[in-house]
């Protein structure tokens, strides 16, 4: 009776290998870029207009 129990834990261990790569390797609703490239539009243009503005310099 120990040998079964000793058998079994490998297949145990197999299956939920086996299960949690199927769920790993699942596919995924693809999501797009738009809101990380929007958000990069938005950091890109920010940075332009404070490069577009004078500065004054203050001697030193």
């Known amino acids: 009776m ?3 129990a000793w058998l079994l834990i ?3 261990a ?3 290998a086996g ?3 199927s769920w790993a390797n699942r596919t995924r ?7 990380e490239l929007d958000g990069y539009a938005r950091f890109r243009a920010a940075m332009e207009k404070s490069a ?3 500065r004054s310099s203050s001697g030193g």
């Not at 609703?29 to 809101?35: F, I, V």
């Open 52 to 54: 577009a503005v004078p």
């Open 14 to 16: 197999a299956i939920g």
């Open 29 to 35: 609703k693809a999501r797009g870029d738009g809101p």
């Open 19 to 21: 299960l949690w790569g």
């Open 2 to 4: 120990a040998v079964l």
């Open 10 to 12: 490998p297949l145990v």
